[in-house]
């Protein structure tokens, strides 16, 4: 399989404590792989770290075989990246959001805005101002924003968080469509297990800064349990070993 991320003992610890700590995993083409974890586990952290908005204390992070500090430009080029919430301009149309957004990439030609559009399901609406929008709508936006270079790697941060139910159906099929059609690894942290279960192949389990768990969600299901009970799970057994120590 042809490797796409590679995260070898990142660490990252802030003024308050808190952070990360010796966070290790890897994603290959196609691959989903979800990051899950409480509110102030050090998800979005992490995620910064990856897409080079943080530095960490120590680790290294390899996007497609490449330090991504040494080749930042040209690696992330082949990313695409939505962190922390769905920006789009209210005030301009979905087309025009994404006309805007294409100009970070000079060699892209038009007609990519009219298939991203597609490939989100936003084409109907495409001359519709995104301020009436639902926020289900907005994220798909904000998702055909991140595919405009055609990236082989998507980061994703809460893609779910908020939406109703029609909402968090079609961010999944979205997804699952391009990670099976098209190769896309997708990297997703969610605090919604149950929602993603539906979505991820692999997952791993942060908690306060550790990557204390990681597995394929094929092997978990086969042994019948829900991704939800496995991690309650995981969560009951570092608590137990603690109040030991």
Same mark, same amino acid.
């Given at each position: ?25 890897? @994603?290959?083409?196609?691959? &989903? ?20 908005? $943080? ?7 390899? +996007? ?54 597609? =490939?989100?399901?936003? $084409?109907?609406?495409?001359? =519709? ?5 639902? +926020? ?6 904000? @998702? ?13 941060? =809460? ?8 909402? #968090? &159906? ?16 997708? @990297? ?7 929602? #993603? =279960?539906?979505? &991820? ?15 394929? @969600? ?28």
């Amino acid at each position: 399989m042809e490797g796409i991320l590679e995260v070898q003992d990142v660490s990252k610890r802030f003024n308050n404590g808190r952070g990360i700590h010796n966070v290790g995993f890897g @994603l290959s083409k196609g691959d &989903v792989f979800g990051l899950f974890g409480p509110n102030g586990a050090g998800k979005t952290t992490l995620l910064k770290i990856i897409t080079g908005l $943080t530095r960490p204390d120590r680790g290294t992070v390899r +996007l497609f075989g490449q330090p991504a500090p040494q080749r930042f430009e040209q690696v992330m080029a082949r990313v695409g990246c939505v962190i922390e919430s769905a920006d789009v301009y209210d005030y301009l149309s979905a087309y025009e959001n994404l006309k805007l957004a294409s100009r970070f990439y000079p060699d892209l030609p038009r007609s990519r805005i009219d298939q991203v559009l597609e =490939e989100v399901g936003l $084409t109907p609406y495409k001359r =519709e101002k995104a301020g009436g929008f639902s +926020l289900g709508m907005k994220q798909r936006l904000a @998702l055909a924003a991140a595919l405009l270079p055609n990236p082989q790697l998507m980061i994703l941060d =809460e893609p779910t968080n908020g939406l109703d139910i029609e909402g #968090m &159906v079609d961010i999944r099929q979205t997804i699952s469509r391009l990670a099976g059609e098209q190769g896309i690894a997708f @990297l997703i942290s969610s605090h919604m297990i149950g929602d #993603m =279960e539906k979505l &991820v192949n692999r997952f791993g389990i942060l908690r306060q800064g550790a990557l204390i768990r990681q597995d394929r @969600l094929q092997g978990l299901l086969s042994d019948g349990l829900t991704l939800e009970q496995y991690y309650l799970e995981q969560i009951q057994t570092i608590k137990e070993a603690n109040a030991y120590v």
